[in-house]
């Protein structure tokens, strides 16, 4: 590698394009997810205001055979059962949450309606009542609130028909048709009401499968996309990403070193042995150097044959001289790939900081120029250049 080379090696890459790639399908995800609640939405309102239209226009034909009350208490209750589907209603009872107290809701909700029909005698409708509010409830706390829904529709379809015969509604209210067609409805809304639970559970386990296999997905391209596919080690991106995050907790007590290492004889090994050699000699370099570092250091490969090693926790230029013997003896070994033996060796520079004001590109091109030093008077062993508070 030429000098001529080195001003254009140390620039910052752009922006990662698969993860915003993946930010652009996530919202389109978003908005698809937000057309379909809004649409559930519409059809629950629907099915609510024809079930008022429907309950008054019955209280008004009641209405003519007895007393007003029973329309008064439908125009009432029923504006009353619509604030209740509302989200901010639902969160209220809620505790400030949609997916809590799904028992106290479904009561309050069936309680209601029993109230709104019970005036009219006609309490073989409770259990049609008690599905359109599953339906609701389901819609905003998932399946987990079926069996409240279902119960809760049972309770009060009893209720009313206990009331009923109490006296509680009309005095010519028929009691014993009425206890068969409550009795025949509930048994299809009990059903009907298990069946949206079910169907509610198996779109909720979709949804996670859906959930955990984009997560898994996005781990893989923020992994490509600052990861080098060859050998592991970091990219140039994720190398900028590591330094940037070092650097900003940097302190006088606690240094950040970069040091800077080029393979060299690289060149000869891949064009006598091919570049399936020489991608495997990348591959076995890069793990000698990350079994040499520490937990908290970082390996990077930014260049054909050039790594770098992001050292934090670093005190002193006797730390990173260290730190770089280590890696330089660990590459002077022969490699023996896959049969084929071959030898290189690397130079070496870094450069230490101890302040957060130091720029990443100004850290690594002090640490490249040392490594130029280095391989400008073929250094390979003895005391490594490291340069101390790069400029700015």
Not at 105 to 129: D, E, K
């Amino acid at each position: 590698m030429t000098r001529s080379d080195a001003p254009h090696r140390n620039e910052r890459p752009a922006a990662y394009d698969p993860l915003a790639t993946l930010a652009r399908l996530e919202r389109m995800a978003w908005l698809g997810g937000l057309a379909r609640r809004r649409a559930a939405a519409l059809a629950v309102t629907g099915t609510l205001a024809i079930a008022a239209v429907t309950a008054v226009l019955g209280a008004v034909l009641i209405a003519t055979d007895r007393a007003l009350a029973p329309l008064w208490t439908q125009l009432l209750g029923w504006p009353l059962l619509y604030a209740l589907r509302s989200e901010p209603a639902q969160r209220l009872i809620g505790g400030g949450r949609l997916d809590n107290r799904v028992w106290l809701r479904a009561g309050i909700a069936n309680a209601v309606l029993l109230l709104v029909i019970l005036p009219t005698g006609l309490t073989f409708v409770l259990p049609m009542g008690g599905a359109m509010i599953a339906s609701v409830s389901i819609g905003w706390s998932g399946a987990r609130a079926w069996r409240a829904s279902a119960v809760s529709a049972a309770v009060t379809t009893g209720i009313g028909q206990l009331a009923l015969h109490l006296g509680a509604g009309p005095a010519d209210a028929p009691t014993e048709r009425s206890d068969i067609a409550a009795g025949v409805a509930l048994i299809l809304v009990l059903a009907t009401i298990a069946n949206m639970g079910m169907v509610a559970a198996r779109q909720e386990a979709d949804q996670s499968l859906l959930d955990a296999e984009r997560l898994a997905r996005q781990e893989e391209l923020r992994h490509a996309a600052t990861h080098d596919a060859l050998t592991a080690a970091l990219n140039r991106a994720g190398l900028y990403e590591r330094l940037d995050a070092a650097l900003a907790t940097a302190s006088p007590g606690s240094g950040v070193a970069a040091v800077y290492l080029d393979l060299d004889g690289f060149k000869p090994v891949n064009d006598r042995y091919g570049h399936a050699t020489g991608d495997r000699l990348l591959e076995v370099a890069a793990q000698r150097l990350a079994r040499v570092l520490r937990p908290q250091d970082a390996l990077a490969r930014v260049g054909g044959d050039e790594f770098v090693v992001v050292l934090v926790d670093v005190a002193t230029r006797a730390d990173v001289r260290a730190v770089a013997a280590r890696a330089a003896a660990a590459l002077s070994e022969p490699f023996n790939l896959d049969g084929t033996v071959v030898s290189v060796s690397a130079s070496v520079g870094a450069a230490l900081t101890h302040g957060p004001t130091t720029t990443s590109d100004a850290l690594l091109g002090e640490a490249d120029e040392a490594m130029y030093a280095a391989k400008g008077r073929q250094v390979t062993a003895g005391p490594l250049p490291v340069l101390d508070e790069p400029h700015r």
